[in-house]
């Protein structure tokens, strides 16, 4: 017969939980800088592309 498990205690669930948030924090915070940074370089080259084509028009 099948018998059930101990219960988990409220301070060892806790602390699995703020583990996996912290895990998931650093990762979103990851994620954030990483789409920044992509931004940054898009709108550099943009910026760049323009400043060229001005420059082309005029001379």
Request: a positive charge; proline letters at 2%.
């Amino acid at each position: 017969m099948a018998v059930p498990k101990k219960r988990t205690s409220k301070s060892k669930k806790n602390l699995r939980k703020t583990v996996w948030k912290k895990k998931a924090l650093k990762q979103a915070v990851q994620a954030f800088y990483i789409a920044d940074r992509i931004a940054k370089k898009e709108t550099n080259e943009k910026l760049t592309n323009l400043q060229l084509n001005d420059q082309k028009e005029d001379s």
